[in-house]
């Protein structure tokens, strides 16, 4: 991403980084697969694997998580697919 006809960079190299983690080879996030730990989430396949701090909020029913990312300097919310295949209660001890 650039500044109109510029070579200039808009995007940080670090938000570079989290974006292309985030999009990989295909240029799309992909959805998201993981399951969920009493309030903890862990995601075993998808985009937002090893990303579980980012995700700020889900939603079971529509398969999808709320995450927090730079962009542009800013924290930026944006939706992306998770389905939570299963959760595991946590012991009562």
Same mark, same amino acid.
């Given at each position: 991403? /650039?500044?109109?006809?510029?070579?200039?960079?808009?995007?940080?190299?670090?938000?570079?980084?989290?974006?292309?983690?985030?999009?990989?080879?295909?240029?799309?996030?992909?959805?998201?697969? /993981?399951?969920?730990? /009493?309030?903890? #989430?862990?995601?075993?396949?998808?985009?937002?694997?090893?990303?579980?701090?980012?995700?700020?909020? @889900?939603?079971?029913?529509?398969?999808?998580?709320? @995450?927090? #990312?730079?962009?542009? /300097?800013? #924290?930026?919310?944006?939706?992306?697919?998770?389905?939570?295949?299963?959760?595991?209660?946590?012991?009562?001890?």
């Amino acid at each position: 991403m /650039g500044y109109g006809d510029s070579e200039r960079i808009a995007v940080s190299e670090d938000e570079q980084r989290a974006l292309q983690y985030l999009i990989g080879d295909k240029r799309c996030i992909e959805t998201s697969v /993981g399951f969920a730990e /009493g309030d903890k #989430i862990v995601v075993t396949a998808g985009a937002l694997t090893g990303k579980e701090s980012i995700i700020k909020r @889900i939603n079971k029913h529509k398969r999808q998580a709320v @995450i927090e #990312i730079e962009f542009f /300097g800013a #924290i930026s919310e944006m939706t992306v697919g998770l389905e939570i295949i299963h959760a595991i209660a946590k012991d009562l001890k």
